[in-house]
Structures are given as structure tokens and as C-alpha cells.
RNA sequence: UCGGGGGUCGUCUAAUGGCAAGACCUCGGCCUUUGGCGCCGAUAAUUGGGGUUCGAAUCCCUGCCCCCGAGCCA
């Protein structure tokens, strides 16, 4: 799992790093001190402080405290106990966004005085009328235009306390109509007469989210500010409050915002809210009980924090949304306990174990190894072996079934690093139950090797009944029946599953009062167990389950059939068809929405210049690009030609950079078309050619002479550089023989790269077939 | 419906115009003093349609589906 995991931020990093906009990074985790944090977070925690680590920046812990009515410094505790928990230090770097509420205050006066801001005095309902929907437009509130005199007086007072809460509001002045709701003069401050737990009643105006965080990560020179996906709608304000109140020399290195894909996992739920309604309705025992994802919970539970990071960097960053399973976590969890659980013995449901044969009162200590084969560590224990012993129940069957290879009547099994035992007789109790089991041992096969070489089919685990200590242990399973809780009408916590906890008693081997007792054991055959924090003690010893092994006998539910395979492909393939009838019954073509005049230009496209209806819809609905086209005629006349080359490489680049504003002329298109069309460039050095007139605006002719970008069509000059490539790959070669003909691109590729581009691909793909297909 | 974002094996993630790859899950086999670990193998995907190109998951057009946005929350 160490894979050289990349994302799209890195690559943004990159980027910013290569092309010298920031000298180094300054991420940031912005916790709101109103909640406990859970493995969501965790994975925010570990991206930004990663990040730091990985490029030598920084990150901050910064707790976004902007609400003083929903947090208090419980969070705060927490919080930051939590995030060095998961072994992340912020150093120095400890901030908190009311300690800037002086200089959010200086911001809005300048907004104010800049005219971009104004008090607002209508109330909550009239404002969120006002605001319109997503379909109309807002109206204007009354009160928009008051001078910036009168905006800098009432604000003035607003913070002064002499208006009660509600009664105004400081908005920015942005655009009423906009399509984006949260440019529709958005809220800057509102009135709340609330004590905070560290600026006290110094303040009784407190800023949005929207408005302070842009600012918090401005005055922290934080560079990439990192969240998620339902963020993406607030970029533009955070762009909109930065380029408005920032000095225009500190606009270069300003923070940027960029939203990755929150974690989701199956069988549990992440939302705050309703991981609450689990505490505050003792569905759950608390914000740290172990079937929980918070990160109390986990630790609880006896996850390592190095298990948590390694998990949270194996998913991945993306914009995506994704719903990682639980499956795929308990993975990471087994692959970082196998290294550090050494192995000891406990039986969870005893069942006694008689061995006749074996003296009474006698202890025969027997060595086991705390580590098996594929663990590259020493040590070992002693382990006692008496007359009476207990094994699992689940390893005794009176009547195996097909498979069960344990032990049975009749039958020898190895204890593990003790002796072979065979089952004699078993012994039940008045109602019929089985109370305990008479075997014998076979005294050759100490340690659990037969001189004969005699090998029975299973191994369990015991522990002695004279020397085991008993202990509780606590079996977490998953907190809900349903992989997605949250999906279907009913409420959730109808998915709750009744099953997610087990108590059971049993016994342990004595060697587990030797380790720490924050030991992480693997219990042999069974799990990951380590004593719980808080209620284990001495004389009561309780486990929680970390995980269970991975068990490939047990019968499992979820498994399907054959029939039930057959009968999901099925139901794909209809979905694909009704799918392909849903789209097809909405196809639209450009030209159907064209406005009068654009209709004009698109008839004549098609009359004058016989553009393909497509290519001449797409140029005529754009006047820039339409513009640009007739221009490009100019240097250029075979119109289809700079139509199609317009579309199909022009457009990309106009949607980022529109075709005016590109260093690119039309008369250099209209050239660049004619090299390609009279086959001066290959297809292939064109893209080349295309970018580079992007970059230095210079003539196309330029670049090909100056980069030697002329085609190659010239069987002569283009056979020994196949030859050689073939002769380099002579695996790739038989395998292309052998039917792999996708192959052919590879080579392609290698043709194209070793001339830069230049071969003419026609020519080259037909000598490639000929040398490969003899 | 308007604006924004997204859609690659069941799941998560690669492939930055050139061999659709890896991991988890599932299933088979090998190995085994843990029915663990490990190893080998199998099943399995580019959202539909059209276009550009020698070559498209990737570029263009056009549908379909999903998520987010109308808090004085963050």
C-alpha cells in the first residue's frame, strides 16, 4: 500500500511551485470547534498536514470560531488533542479567526468606503425573499444604496451594540440577479449579543463564513486552501472577497481555494447531526463508543493513528464523490496489525477440555512464538499446558459437516504449540448440552510435530483452564444493516444493526499480564483485541475487538449466486438500452437554438462556404469565434478545413481563453490550417506546432522551420527508424503477432516520439503492418 | 428549471492523444502449527449517441444520470 500516491492537488502544487507563484506552501485544517472530529476529518487532517510535510511547508490548525452561539472550548480541547493524536504537529502555528476579528472589521469599512458594501435593514424574511430562487431573480433591498457615510455610521453602531439582534446586517454589494445564489449580495456580519469563549463580550458582531475565511487564509499566507465539494459553490465569493479587499501587490500570492471529494463509508454515517441523534438517544454509549467512525471511537476501539493515515492516504484525493467500503478499510486496519499485534491465545465462548491422559496438577510450559513465519520479528512466551483446558466452542462439531476440519468425535486435532489431542467422549449435561469433552494427547507430539510426520487437518487455539485469565471481550460489528444508512424514506436509525456489539466471557493466556497494557494483540484465530482505555482493569480485564480476522470458512450473507450474477448482468444491459432511449429522445443539434442573426450567419456558413451543418451552427452561435473564422478566411480559403480545425482544436482553448484574447491571430490559424491540410505537418507534429503558437504567438511557419517540424513522408528516411524500434521491442512485437494487436499504438507512439512528431502517421502505419505481419 | 460540479471493473483509484493498470471485495487454486499472512489465477469498467484523428477514457458536439446551491450555519 505504499504506492506513490498522487492527486490532482499535488499536481496543483506542482504547477505553482514549478512556475515560482508561491516559494513554498501553507496549507491549513479549519476545523469549527463545534463537534468532535471523525475519519472525514481525518482525512482533511492528513491531506493538509501530508501536504505540508511532503513539500516542507507548513499547515495550520486553525479553529474557524466565527459562531459563538453553536462552539465552545470543550471542541477546542478536543480537537486539538485529536489531530496530535493522529500524530500531526502544528508547532507554532495555532491560530484562531477571532483573534482577527479587528482586522475583519478594518476589511469591511473598506468594502464599505469602496461602495461594495452596504447595511441592510431588512429582516430575515424579507431577505430571503428578496433573494428570489434559483429560477428568478432577487429584488434589491431598499435600504442598497444608503451613502457610504451612513454605512460606515450604522456599521459603526452595529458594533458598538446599539441595535438588537437582527435588526441590521452588513451585505456586499454584488448582483441581485446573478445566477450564482451566492453572489446575490451576500451577508458580510450579522448582530449576535453572544459571549465568546475567548474574545468574551468584546464583540457583538460576528462575520460569515464566506467573508472571514478567504481573509483568515489571506492573513495566514496560507497558499492552497483545501475543502470540500459543497465549497465549490462559495469559490467564487472567496475569489470575489480577496481580489476586493486585498492590496492589489498581494493579489500574485494570494491563497486559492480547491474543493476535493469528502469520505464517505459504507455501513456507518459521517454527518454530525445525526451522529449526535445516536449520542443524545443512547443509541450509541457516547461520542467515543467503538463502533462509532469518530476518532474518539476508533481509538477507543484500539485503531492506531498510523492505521487511520495509512487508510486515509490509500484512498486517494479526488472531486469525485466516492463511497469508500468499509471492507477496504478493515484491509488497512489488518495490514498495519499483522506487523505490530504479537500473537498470544484466549478463547472468547470456552468450551473445557479434558486430558486424560495427562497428570493432574502438572504444568507442562511449552514455548510459542509471538510471531508467525511471515513476520520478520523475534519472541516468544511460555505457555502452560494442564489436564483441563478450553478451546472455542465453534472449533467442537458432534456432527461435522462437509469442510469442518476441526475437531470432532473421534477425531485429532493440533493445539497450537501444544500437543495432537483426539476427542474420546463428550460429556453433557442434563439438558442435553455438552458440558465438556475427554480427550487424550499423545505425548510424542510436544510442540505440535508428530516424529511420524503425521499432520492433522486443524490447528486451534486453547488456553489452560487452571492458568487462563478471565477476561471480557467486546465484538464490534458494523453499526448499521445497510451499506448506505442514510439512502430510503425511512429514518436511519431503522438500519441500526442489532447485532453490533457481542459481550462474551472467556479466558486468556497468562502471558498477557507481561505487555503494556496498551498492547494490540492478534488473539490467535480470532482478531485484533487490546485492552479498553477506560474500563479495563487488573482484576477485570475487558478487550475490544479491533477487527476480526479475515475468515474464509464462516458461511457469508452477502455472497451471490450464480443465478443472482447472471440475473444483475441482465438488469445492466436493460439499463443500458433504456438508457440509450433516454438519451436518444432528448437529442438535440446545435443549430436548433440559434438566435435570428446568429441564423443568418450559420445559413450562410452552410450556402457559401458548404460547412458541415455542425461545424457552422457551433462557429455561428458564437460571435467571437464567427469573427474569428471569416478573418481567418482571409490567409486561408478552404473554409471546411478552418472550420473543422477550429472546432476541434480552437474550441478547448476558447473556453478557457476566448479566441480574442489568445496571442494566436486568425491569419496564423488560417496558416496553420493550410500546413495541415497540404500535408506540410503531420496531424501529430500539429498539436505540437498549436501549442507552441499558443504560447509565443509566433507564425506557424516559424515554429516548423525553427523546430524542423516538417512531415516525413519519405519511406526511406521513416524504414530504419521503424526497423530499430521493432529490433528494441522484441517482446512487444511477438505479442502483437500473438493476436495483441492494440499494440500497433504503441508503436506508433515510439515511431512518433523518435521524430519528433514528423512521420506521416498514413505512411508509417501502413510500413508498420507490412514489417509486423511478416 | 437556472448556476456550479461530477460520471473508468461491485467499490476506491491510475492511465495528461499511443498496451484501459493497481488495490479492496468475490470466486478458484497453492502454501500453512492461525480456515490469518503470502503467492498464483479468474470474474469485472471507460454514461448513451455522433464527430475530429493514423490512433480517443482523454479533444469537439449533443443527450442521459448523480451531487451541490435560494441559513443572519460552516
Redesign the pocket.
Known sequence: ?N?Q????IK?IIDRDLADGTYKSIVTRF???P?GYLHIGHAKSVVLNFGLAEEYNGRCHLRF????P???NEEYIRSIKETVAWLGFDWGEHLYF?SAYFEQFYKYAQKLIKDGKAYV?????T????N??????P?KPSLYRNRTVEENLALFHEMREGKYR?????LRARIDMA?????L?D??LY???HAYHYLQGDDWCI?????F??PLEDAIEDVTHSLCT????????LYDWVLENCLKPEELPTRPHQY?F?RL?L?YTIMGKRKLLRLVNENLVTGWDDPRLPTIAGLRKRGVPAAAIREFCR????????????M??F???L??HL?FIAP?INAVTEPLKVVITNFPEGKTDWVE?SY?????DKEGSRKIPFTRELYIERD?FREN?PD????LAPGREV?????YFVTCEKVVKNDAGEIDYLECTYDPE?????APNGR?P?????WVSAMHGVPAEFREYNRLFKSADPESGDEDFTEHLNPGSLTVVRGYVEPDVREHPTDERF?????GYFWQDPDESTPDHLIFNQIVP??????E?E???SQAE?EQ??RE?ELE?Q?????????????W??LSGSQRVTFQRYVDEYSL?R??A??IA?DDDLSGFFEEALTAYENASAVA??M???L??VH?ETPVNQMKVSPEQFGAYVEMISTDVI???AA?DVFDEMLETGDDPSDIVEREGLQQVSDEGALEPVIEKILADNPD?VE?YRDG?K????????????ETG?TAN??L??EILSQMLNN
Open positions: 500500500m504506492t500516491n498522487s492527486n490532482f499536481g479549519p476545523p469549527e463545534n474557524d470560531d466565527t459562531n452561539e453553536t462552539e479567526a441592510d435593514s431588512q429582516n430575515e424579507e431577505i430571503r425573499e433573494r428570489g430562487t434559483v429560477n428568478e432577487g439582534n437582527g435588526e441590521h446586517v446573478s445566477p450564482h445564489m451566492i446575490r451576500p451577508l450579522r448582530i449576535k460576528y462575520p460569515m463564513y464566506d472571514a475565511h465539494l459543497e465549497f465549490d459553490t462559495n469559490r467564487v474543493e471529494a464517505n459504507t490509500s484512498i486517494g484525493v479526488t472531486r469525485t464523490e466516492s463511497t469508500v467500503e471492507s477496504h478493515e484491509h488497512v489488518r495490514d499483522n500473537r510459542g510471531w508467525p513465519r511471515d513476520v472449533d461435522p469442510g469442518f476440519y476441526r493440533r493445539l497450537r504449540y501444544g507430539t510436544r510442540g505440535g510435530d499432520n487437518g486443524g490447528t486451534l487455539h492478534q488473539f490467535e484465530r480470532i480476522l479475515r475468515d474464509t470458512w464462516t457469508k452477502g455472497t451471490e450474477i444483475k448482468r445492466r443500458k433504456r438508457q440509450r432511449e433516454r438519451s436518444s429522445a432528448g437529442d438535440r443539434y446545435p436548433e437554438d458541415d455542425e461545424n451552427a457551433i452561435r473543422k480545425w472546432v476541434n482544436k474550441l478547448a473556453k503531420s496531424t501529430r498539436d512487444k505479442r495483441q492494440g499494440l500497433l499504438g504503441f508503436f506508433m507512439g515510439q515511431v512518433m516520439r512528431g502517421p498514413e508509417t502505419k
